[in-house]
């Protein structure tokens, strides 16, 4: 079992930045694939980034590429959101998600994680 905590939410004006970060619990962190997913009022939860397990390769949503950048640090079991150039159509509550599928492929749907974050919310002001 997998327990998995973000921080780094808060307040921001268009433009800005924030780093969102997930901590994750167990010795076997650089064998997950993890993910950033986001959940805005009225609209479904939403795919924004993931990270490989093997080779730490990255997809984006075509909505945040080139603004947001996904890390990982196996040393200190965390994920890391990098969030650039914010827009108020990023506000929404940010969960962290992970899976030990060991899968090769781009894990970009909700259903292909088991583990979750509580959540971090996100606020861009304009």
């Known amino acids: 079992q997998v327990q998995l905590v973000e921080s780094g939410g808060g307040l921001v004006q268009a433009g800005g930045s924030l780093t ?8 076997t962190f650089s064998s997950y ?11 479904e939860r939403e795919f924004v ?4 397990w093997s080779i730490g ?3 984006y949503a ?33 969960y962290c998600a992970g899976n030990h599928h060991r899968s090769s492929f781009v894990q970009f749907s909700a ?3 088991d583990y979750w974050g509580q959540g971090t919310q996100v606020t861009v002001s304009s």
């Open 20 to 27: 969102l970060s997930c901590a994750a619990s167990g010795r």
């Open 33 to 43: 694939t993890m993910g950033w997913f986001r959940h805005a009022p009225g609209k």
């Open 49 to 52: 980034a993931t990270i490989n």
């Open 57 to 59: 390769g990255t997809y």
């Open 62 to 94: 075509d909505s945040v590429k080139g603004r947001f950048t996904i890390s990982r640090d196996n040393a200190k079991n965390t994920v890391y959101l990098q969030m650039n150039s914010l827009k108020p159509e990023d506000t929404a509550v940010y």
């Open 111 to 113: 259903a292909d994680y």
